[in-house]
């Protein structure tokens, strides 16, 4: 134990634990989650990438999906929601918000200095001492993986700020639920407009020019047909378990 700081491990995990704003009450419960993750199966895995376009074979330097729209970035950040899920969250927590094991990613700068930064420790890892505290994925994921991961993580909305607007994604939600699979285009629009309108409030960490939560991808669903709206449902509720 360090007499001054108090911090029983050497290192700066105090000044990584700091990174999380305070008054976060999902916090805790987003550590026990991470925790239970770090029970399963850890060995990094591939990422199917199936429905994203292909990137040419020589790496790029700088997130090529960023201000991406519509299919292709719902796409990228489903993708890569699910690749950041099996390889990353048991480290850097679910959601990238960090219970302290690991940096919190949704700071990393979104332009080409915080993609540098980024591929350089995905592809190689990290080892300190002779000790892996970050496995290399290059020999894991393909670089659509490495970049839909990427997208998914700087596009992370304000927790914070969306925990301080539970009554309004709660009316939000019971409106999509409210939703007949029979409702017309008018209708569905109506409601999607004002979930895209709503998830637009929620600003980035990273400096990404838009954020994408369940509020957003719920939309994009409906758009789809109505009878998605239990799905869009469903995903809206993972927002307000959180
Ligand atoms: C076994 C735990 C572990 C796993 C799994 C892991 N990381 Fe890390 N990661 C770390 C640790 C610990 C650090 C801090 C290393 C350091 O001090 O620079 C780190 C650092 C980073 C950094 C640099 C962040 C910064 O602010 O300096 C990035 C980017 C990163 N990880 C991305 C990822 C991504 C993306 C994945 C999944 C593909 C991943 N990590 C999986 C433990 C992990």
Not at 104 to 117: I, M, Q, T, V
Not at 125 to 140: L, T
Request: glycine share 8%; charged share 25%.
């Amino acid at each position: 134990m360090n007499p001054l700081t108090g911090a029983s491990q050497p290192g700066n995990t105090k000044d990584r634990i700091m990174l999380r704003k305070p008054a976060t009450l999902a916090a805790p419960m987003i550590f026990v989650a991470a925790m239970a993750f770090a029970h399963g199966d850890t060995a990094p895995r591939a990422v199917d990438t199936t429905g994203l376009p292909d990137l040419p074979e020589e790496m790029a330097t700088e997130n090529p999906w960023r201000g991406a729209e519509g299919d292709l970035l719902f796409k990228a950040v489903e993708i890569g929601g699910k690749g950041f899920n099996s390889n990353c969250a048991r480290c850097h927590g679910l959601e990238a918000i960090s219970g302290g094991l690991a940096p919190d990613l949704r700071y990393l700068e979104a332009n080409e200095f915080g993609d540098e930064w980024y591929l350089d420790r995905v592809l190689h890892g990290y080892e300190q001492n002779g000790a892996v505290k970050m496995p290399p994925f290059q020999d894991i994921l393909s670089q659509e993986a490495v970049w839909a991961i990427r997208t998914y993580i700087e596009t992370r909305p304000d927790a914070d700020e969306m925990a301080e607007r539970n009554s309004d994604i709660t009316a939000l939600r019971d409106r999509v639920k409210a939703l007949p699979a029979t409702a017309s285009a008018e209708e569905v629009e109506a409601v999607a407009a004002d979930l895209d309108k709503t998830g637009d409030e929620f600003e980035t960490l990273s400096g990404a020019p838009r954020s994408v939560s369940a509020l957003q991808q719920a939309a994009h669903l409906l758009r789809t047909g109505a009878s998605h709206a239990p799905m869009a449902t469903e995903l809206i509720s993972g927002l307000l378990r959180n």
